[in-house]
């Protein structure tokens, strides 16, 4: 599996994929956070909060990681080494693991990087400081796992089609409706006493539960089943390929 995942992450980095991956990341947050006016623009929402940053960020990760994952598998079938890969003296799950990793990583790495943003809303509060640190790291845990799913996703999207523009937008849309789609839905007031249930199935609630940084064991559980559901589907189509 190391040998997967350092060639994966060779190859992001030995590409200007890896840079422009994390260049794209920072440069839109940064933008939606600092530069244009709106309602994610945290100097003037007058509040040292990086919640504006946490509502952004999966949507635009919603988007780069179907990027970064679209070429996992499709690329493998698409220039013929998908047969010499599962001949390696490796588990198919290992396989899967390595090019799961190894995504994950260059998306872990994107967001170092914004830590910083932490530092500058800490010394713009008033008092300095005047910055709730319990849920801005709850956020960042729920981001890490938000990321994970997403990933997970991609990696099983990519090894559907030999297409990356197929991969990508089959991700894309896997994403957003386990993301919002189930919150969308639960907004229908017909469903009536429902509608809490309903939204449960959804990302997007797990994620903003984590995000109130409170670590509830259920919402660990429900983004580590997402992850090990879509790794198990991908080992699964690749066992297919096999025979």
């Known amino acids: 599996m190391k040998a997967i995942?350092?060639?994966e992450f060779r190859s992001f980095f030995g590409s200007p994929i890896g840079y422009l991956v994390i260049t794209i990341f920072l440069l839109l947050t940064g933008l939606f956070l600092w530069v244009f006016?709106?309602?994610?623009?945290?100097?003037n929402s007058g509040f040292a909060d990086l919640t504006p940053f946490f509502t952004i960020a999966p949507w635009i990760l919603l988007f780069l990681i179907p990027a970064v994952t679209m070429r996992s598998f499709s690329d493998e079938k698409k220039q013929g080494t998908m047969e010499l890969l599962l001949t390696k003296p490796i588990s198919l799950l290992e396989i899967v693991n390595g090019k799961f990793l190894g995504s994950l990583i260059l998306?872990?790495?994107?967001?170092i990087p914004t830590l910083v943003y932490v530092k500058i809303v800490y010394d713009l509060g008033l008092p300095e400081g005047n910055l709730d640190l319990g849920s801005t790291i709850g956020s960042y845990f729920g981001l890490l796992f938000l990321?994970?799913?997403y990933t997970s996703i991609g990696i099983y999207t990519s090894s559907l089609s030999d297409n990356q523009i197929v991969a990508f937008l089959l991700s894309v849309l896997l994403c957003f409706v386990l993301y919002y789609g189930f919150q969308g839905v639960s907004t229908l007031s017909f469903l009536g006493n429902f509608n809490g249930i309903i939204a449960s199935f959804g990302m997007d609630a797990h994620y903003k539960s984590i995000s109130r940084g409170v670590i509830d064991t259920r919402d660990v559980i429900y983004f580590l089943s997402i992850i090990s559901l879509f790794i198990s589907f991908t080992v699964f189509k690749l066992k297919s390929y096999k025979l």
């Open 5 to 7: 995942l350092y060639k």
């Open 37 to 43: 006016e709106g309602d994610y623009n945290i100097l």
């Open 107 to 111: 998306i872990i790495v994107a967001i």
């Open 147 to 149: 990321i994970g799913a």
